[in-house]
């Protein structure tokens, strides 16, 4: 593997923000290259929408399992059967999944390396200098360098190129999601189906946000998140695995991670760097769901990077998390007061779990996650739904 002296872009992190982004400016032509952090397998639930697969050619050897309903259970242990209409939510291995996006990269024609993103420096001709480390076993390797035209900062939550680069990024909040990956015994538990994706509302589970309960196939994701420093996840996590019915069931993996709690104000430099994913805060709250944010943001960056090399305009920069509002703000400040009201207490979860029987609310909620787009089309669904929501709201519908 020969390295480019100075490439058109260094892409940071090697997940799906990361890989899409190599891809794409691959595709266009552009010298990339793709440097990995190497050894940890992303923790992560591995649900995608349909919208994910189709806009982003994912093959179907990809998707381990099909979930073609959701469960939402209440603290009260109510629960609520949603069918997935037209299509079904998608479940990947990150393990493979990640290893197979980079794949598509190298295959475009990005150079992979493996090494830890140390810091950006500068030359005094003003051009940006990558330094890195590969740790091999327990030793560091010595630092390495490489100058480029262009950098695009995907180095997940907590990302070192944003906090180095981008101005106010060190402010990003985050919430800690846990989960544990088990074997799914042959005989499975009566109350599992390998067919559905179980989302627990409940104080128990978490005072901030949601346990889950996804299905991967021959294993699950049985997990949790919240922002609360004191509160147990691994405890939660296993009172998620006991109403699973899946306590004793072989742990293959425990492993957690931040995830960004709210879009950065700003993903670029103003000069030579973008941000995409996780490391530019893009995770859906209220449902936490960032692979496909983090697909469009890779891709909306590396369109912003090309157009910066073709025209040396730096403003283009910023032209990445304009069109990712424009397209997808509004359902960010839904989903995020939608959090606030209904996942503050128990009484307010179950009133929530209990507006889920409604038809209008199941079908625009899915078509919203499935399809990325609020229907137009049904504007007196959307006034149903308001004032079903306030009449819940107020506690005027017994839960
Ligand atoms: C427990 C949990 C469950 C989740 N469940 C779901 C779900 O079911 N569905 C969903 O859509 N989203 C889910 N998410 C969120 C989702 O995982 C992330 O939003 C998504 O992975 C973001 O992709 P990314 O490429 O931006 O960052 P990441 O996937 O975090 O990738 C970052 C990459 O950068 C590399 N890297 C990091 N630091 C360095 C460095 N210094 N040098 C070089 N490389 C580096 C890492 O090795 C990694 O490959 C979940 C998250 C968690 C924590």
Redesign the pocket.
């Known amino acids: 593997m020969t390295l480019p002296s100075c490439p058109d872009c260094v892409v940071?992190?090697?997940?799906?923000?990361?890989?899409t982004a190599a891809h794409e400016l691959s595709q266009a032509g552009r010298q990339v290259v793709l440097?990995?952090?190497?050894g940890?397998i992303?923790?992560?639930?591995?649900?995608?929408p349909p919208r994910l697969i189709r806009d982003f050619d994912i093959p179907a050897e990809q998707i381990v399992a099909r979930a073609t309903s959701a469960r939402m259970v209440s603290p009260a242990g109510a629960k609520v059967d949603i069918p997935i209409e037209r299509g079904h939510v998608g479940m990947v291995d990150?393990e493979h999944f990640?290893a197979w996006l980079r794949q598509r990269a190298v295959d475009a024609g990005a150079v992979l390396i493996e090494?830890?993103?140390?810091r950006l420096e500068r030359d005094p001709d003003g051009m940006a200098v990558v330094v890195?480390r590969t740790d091999r076993d327990d030793h560091a390797g010595p630092e390495q360098r490489l100058r480029t035209r262009s950098v695009v900062g995907?180095?997940?939550?907590r990302?070192?190129?944003a906090a180095q680069t981008v101005p106010g990024a060190d402010r990003g909040r985050c919430v800690?999601?846990?989960?544990e990956i088990v074997a799914v015994p042959d005989q499975r538990p009566a109350d599992y189906l390998g067919s559905r994706c179980e989302i627990h509302y409940d104080g128990r589970v978490s005072p901030d946000f949601y346990g889950?309960v996804?299905p991967h196939g021959a294993t699950a994701?049985i997990?949790t998140?919240s922002a609360d420093k004191g509160f147990s996840l691994r405890r939660a996590t296993d009172e998620l695995r006991q109403r699973a019915g899946l306590a004793d069931a072989i742990t293959l993996r425990r492993?957690?991670?931040?995830?960004?709690m709210k879009p950065l104000p700003r993903w670029d430099n103003g000069r030579d760097v973008v941000l995409?994913?996780?490391?530019?805060g893009?995770?859906a709250p209220a449902?936490?769901?960032?692979?496909?944010?983090?697909?469009l943001?890779?891709r909306l960056a590396a369109q912003s990077v090309d157009e910066l090399i073709t025209t040396g305009d730096v403003r283009v920069l910023a032209r990445a998390r304009r069109r990712f509002m424009r397209e997808h703000g509004r359902v960010f400040w839904v989903l995020g007061l939608m959090q606030r009201v209904w996942y503050a207490n128990d009484g307010r979860r179950e009133r929530f779990v209990s507006i889920c029987r409604d038809r209008d609310v199941q079908q625009l909620t899915f078509d919203a996650y499935m399809n990325k787009r609020l229907v137009r089309s049904r504007p007196l669904a959307h006034v149903r739904i308001f004032f079903k929501d306030l009449a819940h709201w107020l506690g005027l519908v017994r839960a």
């Open positions: 940071v992190g090697g997940g799906p923000a990361g890989a440097l990995d952090r190497a940890r992303k923790p992560c639930g591995g649900a995608i990150r990640d090494g830890r993103f140390l890195w995907a180095d997940g939550a990302s070192q190129v800690f999601a846990y989960h889950w996804f994701s997990g998140g492993e957690g991670a931040p995830i960004p995409a994913g996780d490391a530019a893009v995770v449902s936490g769901e960032g692979i496909y944010y983090a697909m943001g890779g």
